[in-house]
């Protein structure tokens, strides 16, 4: 449940995370502009702050990049009502940022650094993270970044809207749980160690020529050889891993099947056809050469109620918080003055109006 709750808020928040970017980098935000040879215009304004032509280029550029990795394409025809969304983000963003308090930045802090963990387990190593976010033009520091904004504004939210939202019932809970049973099907896992001998250039993040992968292997079938003996294999995770992900919990990794994607496959594949206890022979993939040891496999399953009441109770606490955020936003808005000083493209005028009439028929109806 937690792990498809991570991935729907993941692709609605693409465009929250190229507005975190231009949050962070407020302090350069005129550089892009060839040194002010052409002027940059603000696209909108509040009291406190403007946001210029080239930050809102930059955040819909990352918006685009993030929805391609993602197997989705923006037509065209949609840009330009996409790009002023973008810059809608761009003004939530400011706003509620500005309203953080401690206690929103300790929350934030938290749960940045519990996705980092999660996030570098999922796809099997920090390379792998690596290789990821470079498609999208970011860095593990802009990540972090990128996550701890979200999680900034998600705390704010939280502490404001949700002690107003609706109570969800113990009825609610358990009709959630009842009617989407595919929902808490936990697949088959495993539970594994690995040394990652890495046939990467660290440097350029670029895979090494032949001569040098040729002798990463040989060092691979060395360590994999001494760990076939009996040697700790724990010991030859920190003497010998460059996958500094996991080299804190002894190069342990749990995932599901088809969980780590195409370029750990190889890897996957491995563990899920040995037995606990198994060591592996070596193992080649996008990254370099793994020796990986098996510790166990669970089988699929239905996940009890009990263990997902509290989880099914706060993602429909949150579907009633974020019929509030309209509202909220709207008015922290007008609080600061906000001004978007570009016209809203005529295609989302018209889809506005549409939904207003809408919902007005839907209200004279009631």
């Not at 465009?15 to 052409?38: C, E, N, Q, R």
């Not at 002023?84 to 003004?91: D, G, P, S, T």
């Not at 993602?315 to 001004?339: H, N, T």
Request: net charge positive; glycine share 4%; no cysteine.
């Amino acid at each position: 449940m937690k792990r498809s709750l991570i991935f729907s808020v993941a692709v609605s928040a693409a465009i929250f995370s190229a507005a975190s970017t231009v949050i962070a980098a407020d302090a350069a935000k005129a550089a892009s502009k060839l040194d002010g040879l052409f002027e940059d215009k603000a696209v909108a304004k509040a009291k406190t702050f403007d946001i210029k032509e080239s930050q809102l280029d930059s955040a819909f550029a990352e918006f685009i990049a993030a929805a391609a990795v993602q197997g989705q394409q923006i037509p065209e025809n949609l840009r330009t009502g996409m790009r002023y969304r973008v810059l809608e983000k761009l003004i939530a963003s400011k706003t509620a940022s500005a309203r953080a308090n401690d206690d929103d930045k300790k929350t934030a802090t938290a749960k940045t650094e519990k996705v980092m963990e999660q996030t570098t387990q999922m796809l099997g190593s920090t390379e792998a993270l690596e290789q990821r976010l470079k498609a999208t033009g970011q860095t593990i520091g802009s990540f972090r970044t990128n996550t701890y904004n979200q999680n900034l504004i998600q705390a704010i939210l939280d502490r404001i809207l949700r002690p107003t939202a609706a109570v969800v019932t113990d009825a609610q809970v358990k009709e959630f749980y009842d009617k989407n049973p595919a929902r808490f099907e936990r697949p088959e896992m495993v539970k594994a160690k690995h040394i990652l001998i890495s046939a990467m250039d660290r440097q350029a993040n670029t895979p090494l020529p032949e001569p040098k992968r040729k002798e990463k292997l040989e060092m691979a079938r060395r360590i994999q050889e001494r760990a076939f003996k009996g040697e700790d294999f724990d010991a030859l995770v920190k003497e010998f891993s460059n996958d500094d992900g996991s080299k804190a919990r002894n190069g342990e990794y749990a995932f599901a099947r088809g969980q780590l994607g195409a370029a750990s496959k190889a890897f996957e594949s491995a563990a899920f056809t040995m037995k606990a206890g198994q060591i592996s022979d070596v193992v080649e993939t996008a990254y370099g050469f793994h020796i990986v040891k098996l510790l166990e496999k669970t089988p699929s399953e239905k996940i009890a109620f009990d263990k997902v009441s509290k989880d099914i109770r706060e993602a429909l606490s949150g579907v009633e918080l974020q019929k509030q955020i309209p509202g909220f936003l709207a008015r922290i808005q007008k609080e600061d003055g906000v001004e978007i000083l570009i016209p809203m493209p005529p295609e989302l005028k018209a889809e506005m109006e549409a939904a207003a009439k809408a919902e007005a028929a839907a209200t004279s109806v009631k």
